[in-house]
């Protein structure tokens, strides 16, 4: 089920169907067997329900018959009470069994919709990075969310189609055997106007499906508006620049989108309700006609006619209960197929085994050239490098220049287009991945930081370890945020943000750019890496930091990109990005000092803002 041939190929009902269910059962067997115990409980009754309603209702009217003729009266008088007492126990007990059984089933739900649940926030977390900035993979996510949620009611919703599909089939049965006995020719009228019924709701289901798939990508652009951009995180900018107008007008926009996708779906499905009701109508009429006419001849007692209307009602109800569910259960299928494809979305980088090698690490790009997926240029090209252990290397370059993209490809978030990142001499592809990003601490410059307390943020980086509360506060204190961590309402178990919280704190953007350093110190990965660590703190702050860097990083690897020249001075060598490719790499002195050179026109122009601004 690879994603790519999802797209030349679309695969068939029978065999979403078929996929989906084997995960519903397999997943359902593995978390919650009483499930299964309950459905049949469910049948047992609702079996002993409709042998109430289609048998003791025949043997009462044939004995009030009997007894209304006069005949052996006391005899009569003795089976009517009991058929009377017999169909409301019959209805106590399946009304009881029902009710315990489905209140079960209503509880065992909701853990298994947390399963799903956690399943696709598993995936979205594991898939290889690139995948998450794929505007495809976010639809297909959305797609999968929705498919495995409302749409399909989740493993119970599935399961629940089976158990009616079942209880139809055993319906079914009982009224043809008692067809065959008492009226066969009904059988032919029925098993026509099922057909007719049937084929309409297939047409329905396949406009439903089609509109299914053009909402995907409606609901993630209209859901980012009104659940994205609504949330407090944009708190600030939505007030001061009018964020509302622009989600009115944007949802709008897409909320029309979505009514006129149900509107097309609504017109093109009414002829076919139309069809089906028709049917309906004309079933109706030629059986009563035919069983009447049974009944006048005497060929049927009016027991029998009782019990042949009502199985002939229960026949059709069955037949058509088949179709639905046939169609009910196909559909939900399709939908919560949409799931298994995220499941199974194919990793976008190959996975090598080869393990890392103890002690120094040399890091060589050799002829890298890269673009984005999808992208016609190149945003990276011939870039050409050695990064001894122990290093600290500057990059600098202006916004767009491909500084971040260059870490991105260190870190194997995406993989290189041409040439080859090399480390110890073993290309990167071949190393296993997991192993490969333990060599790397890295702040980003869009780092994000959790509602979990400060404590945890900082030890996430090392999240499989317990937790080394002297190592969280060296990393806090390295950074320059100990004594404002000391100073929280519950120090350094204060959770961030309120999400969780109402007493959680909300950092300044200094502060957090402080803790999401802690988090890469605390990590002690052999490898720095700083994209803008500087960008959201004061110039105390920050020389604090450069004054600091040494320290900071120790003997490692560390790589730095920032718009601060004056903190390449701390590194060993510097990196000029600019036209898709490094133009000048040296030293500090080397460079400042080159006539004409990019990086001494930077320098001498961030020089000059700073004597301007002092004087
Ligand atoms: P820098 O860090 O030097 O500011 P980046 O590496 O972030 O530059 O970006 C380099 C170029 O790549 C920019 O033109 C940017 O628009 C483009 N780019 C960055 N990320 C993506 C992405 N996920 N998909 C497509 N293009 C991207």
Redesign the pocket.
Same mark, same amino acid.
Not at 372 to 375: G, K, L, S
Not at 397 to 406: E, I, P, R, Y
């Given at each position: 089920m690879q994603n790519s041939e999802n797209k030349e190929k679309k695969p068939g009902l029978i065999f979403m169907t078929r996929q989906v269910m084997k995960y519903v059962f397999k997943t359902a067997w593995r978390e919650k067997k009483i499930v299964f115990f309950l459905y049949f409980i469910k049948l047992i009754a609702d079996i002993f329900g409709e042998f109430k309603l289609l048998l003791l209702p025949k043997l009462l009217v044939d004995e009030i018959v009997a007894i209304s003729n006069g005949a052996g009266t006391e005899e009569h008088l003795r089976n009517a009470v009991l058929y009377v007492v017999l169909t409301a126990a019959a209805e106590l007990i399946s009304r009881v069994l029902v009710n315990i059984a489905d209140s079960s089933l209503a509880y065992e739900a909701v853990y298994l919709d947390r399963v799903l649940t956690f399943e696709l926030a598993e995936k979205s977390m594991e898939m290889d990075f !690139?995948h998450t900035?794929d505007p495809e993979v976010l639809d297909q996510r959305k797609r999968a969310e929705e498919g495995i949620s409302w749409y399909s009611g989740g493993v119970i919703g599935m399961l629940r189609c089976c158990y009616y599909l079942t209880y139809n089939i055993a319906l079914m049965f009982t009224a043809i055997t008692l067809f065959i006995f008492y009226c066969p020719l009904i059988l032919p009228v029925q098993i026509i106007g099922m057909g007719i019924v049937t084929y309409c709701n297939f047409r329905k289901q396949r406009i439903a499906t089609e509109a299914f798939m053009k909402l995907g990508k409606v609901n993630r652009i209209f859901g980012y508006y009104l659940f994205e951009v609504a949330s407090q995180k944009y708190g600030k900018d939505t007030r001061l620049y009018d964020g509302s107008g622009l989600i009115d007008n944007r949802s709008k926009i897409f909320g029309d989108q979505s009514v006129q996708i149900f509107k097309e779906q609504a017109v093109s499905s009414v002829k076919f309700d139309y069809g089906s009701n028709l049917a309906n109508a004309l079933r109706d009429a030629i059986s009563y006609f035919y069983m009447g006419y049974k009944t006048l001849q005497g060929v049927l007692t009016l027991g029998d006619f009782t019990m042949c209307v009502s199985a002939a009602s229960r026949l059709f109800q069955s037949l058509l209960g088949i179709g639905r569910n046939i169609q009910d259960l196909t559909e939900k299928c399709s939908y919560a197929y949409q799931f298994l494809v995220y499941l199974d979305y194919p990793d976008a980088l190959s996975k090598g085994n080869t393990a890392i090698k103890k002690g120094e690490h040399e890091i060589v790009f050799e002829n890298v050239s890269f673009k984005?997926?999808? /992208?016609e240029e190149y945003?990276l090209k011939n870039i050409n490098i050695k990064i001894k252990s122990g290093e600290h290397l500057s990059i600098v +370059?202006?916004? +767009? /220049? +491909? $500084? %971040? %993209?260059?870490i $991105?490809l260190l870190c194997r978030l995406y993989d290189v287009n041409e040439g080859r990142i090399l480390i110890d001499g073993v290309d990167i592809r071949e190393y296993s991945m997991e192993e490969y990003r333990k060599l790397f601490s890295v702040v980003f !410059?869009d780092f994000r930081l959790f509602a979990f307390s400060l404590k945890d943020n900082v030890a996430m980086g090392r999240a499989d370890d317990e937790v080394d509360e002297t190592a969280v506060t060296d990393a806090l204190k390295l950074s320059g945020l100990y004594e404002d961590a000391v100073k929280l309402d519950e120090g350094l178990n204060t959770r961030l943000f309120k999400s969780f919280d109402e007493h959680g704190t909300e950092l300044s953007g200094g502060q957090q750019q402080k803790t999401a350093i802690s988090r890469a110190l605390y990590r002690n990965a052999p490898v720095v890496i700083l994209?803008e660590p500087t960008a959201a703190l004061d110039p105390l702050a920050e020389y604090e930091i450069y004054k600091k860097f040494d320290t900071l990083v120790g003997g490692k690897t560390a790589i730095y990109?920032s718009h601060r020249l004056s903190s390449c001075k701390f590194c060993d060598r510097i990196a000029v990005?600019s036209e898709n490719t490094i133009k000048e790499y040296g030293t500090h002195d080397e460079l400042v000092r080159r006539e004409n050179g990019i990086y001494a026109e930077m320098f001498a122009a961030q020089a000059q803002y700073y004597i301007d601004a002092a004087s």
């Open positions: !690139q900035e984005y997926p999808r /992208a945003v +370059g202006l916004n +767009g /220049a +491909g $500084k %971040t %993209t260059f $991105k !410059q994209d990109i990005f």
